[in-house]
Each structure stands twice: as C-alpha cells, then as structure tokens.
C-alpha cells in the first residue's frame, strides 16, 4: 500500500493557475502508473491526466493544452500544472497510484479546486 498526500489546491480566478502536488510515501515512481482524477458532487470521479513508469503521459481532451503532469522521482512527488483554468474545472481533486504488475490501487484524500470571479 502507498500513503499519497495531495496539495495546492485553492481557490483561483478564471484564467489563473494552480500547481497540485501529490507526495507518495516512498519510491514508486518505476513500477506504478500515477494519476489525477477529479470529482463534482454527485457526479463520478473524472480521469484527468496520468504518467506511466515509462514516462508516457495522457490527458483527457478538454484538459489538453492546458494542464501538465510530471514527476520528481527524488521527491516521490507527482505534480499536476493547471494553466488557463475555467469555471468548469473546479472539483476536488485526488491523486491516484496504480501498480503496474498487481494493479492494485491507492487514492490520497483529495484536494478542493475551486475557479470563480
């Protein structure tokens, strides 16, 4: 099992940017496939952008050109660059590790994001 910690999320005015943060608990970087995953209330949760052990990354269409994500293996921290931010991106946001080999899943709690003027 991995321990993810998500952070940077907050409240930003459309247009704006957020950096999130997803700190795994130790080294998983070569064998798990790292996401982000967003939810509205009452609706499911949304696959939002993912980065393989090989480095080969995915986002959803109405993300692309707007969000990056990448990884500091040194710091065992997945990163979630949110540029151009819209009205319709605001969601809590979770961070999401999938092994490889046993495909096992872990979640982090969640981080709010929230675009409004």
């Known amino acids: 099992q991995v321990q993810l910690v998500e952070s940077g999320g907050g409240l930003v005015q459309p247009g704006g940017s957020l950096r999130l943060s997803c700190a795994a608990s130790?080294?998983?970087?070569?064998?798990?496939?790292m996401g982000w995953y967003r939810q509205l209330p009452g609706k499911q949760r949304e696959l939002v952008a993912t980065?393989?052990?090989?480095?080969?990354?995915y986002y959803v269409d109405s993300v692309k050109g707007r969000f990056t994500i990448s990884r500091d293996s040194a710091k065992n921290t997945v990163y979630l660059q949110m540029n151009s931010l819209k009205p319709e991106d605001t969601a809590v946001y979770y961070c999401?590790?999938?092994?490889?080999?046993?495909?096992?899943?872990?979640w982090g709690q969640g981080t709010q994001v929230t675009v409004s003027s």
């Open positions: 999401n590790a999938r092994n490889a080999i046993s495909m096992n899943v872990d």
């Open positions: 130790r080294s998983i970087f070569s064998i798990y496939t």
């Open positions: 980065i393989s052990p090989g480095g080969s990354t």
